[in-house]
């Protein structure tokens, strides 16, 4: 099993340290650092603290997911789809809610609001070209390596 080192710093006494859920949990989650709970209308979005800071090892970036249970049980997931922190970033890690359900969804102090994957990333050194090479698929766009 590949591990890595994650230096952490709270930023805040109440800040909660990441946890994954279970042994080959993928996501670590990540904890609403809040004095006092917050509303999310519908439509609306909320910045959601988490009072830590990272320092992921090099190449590797952390990938912020939507929490299933709050995402299916609530209507309540990143607004960004996927947030992406970069190994450099050493900010807090804030978590941008949004609200897609009908109703009035509450946030709690310490409440698990997304989960981080660990992953490596491949850095893409771009070099312009006359030509590319030719593939099956060509120019094919949005649906076209779908049942025809």
């Known amino acids: 099993m ?3 080192k994650v230096y952490f710093k709270k930023l805040n006494s109440n800040a909660v340290v990441p946890s994954y859920g279970s042994e080959y949990a993928a996501g670590a989650d990540l904890y609403a650092c809040l004095k006092a709970p917050v509303d999310i209308a519908p439509g ?3 910045f959601i603290h988490t009072g830590i800071a990272v320092e992921l090892p ?3 970036v952390g990938l912020l997911y939507a929490r299933s249970g709050l995402a299916c049980k609530k209507g309540v997931a990143p607004a ?3 947030g992406v922190i970069d190994c450099d970033y050493r900010g807090e890690l804030i978590v ?3 609200n897609h359900s009908g109703a009035t969804v509450t946030v709690e102090p310490a409440e698990r609001v997304a989960q981080m994957v660990i992953t490596p990333y491949i850095y ?3 070099e312009e070209t006359d030509e590319l090479s030719s593939s099956v698929r060509g120019e094919g766009g ?3 390596t779908g049942s025809k």
């Open 58 to 60: 090099p190449y590797t």
């Open 44 to 46: 609306e979005t909320q």
């Open 80 to 82: 960004n789809k996927v």
């Open 124 to 126: 893409g050194e771009y």
């Open 96 to 98: 941008a809610l949004h």
């Open 142 to 144: 949005f649906g076209s």
């Open 2 to 4: 590949d591990r890595c």
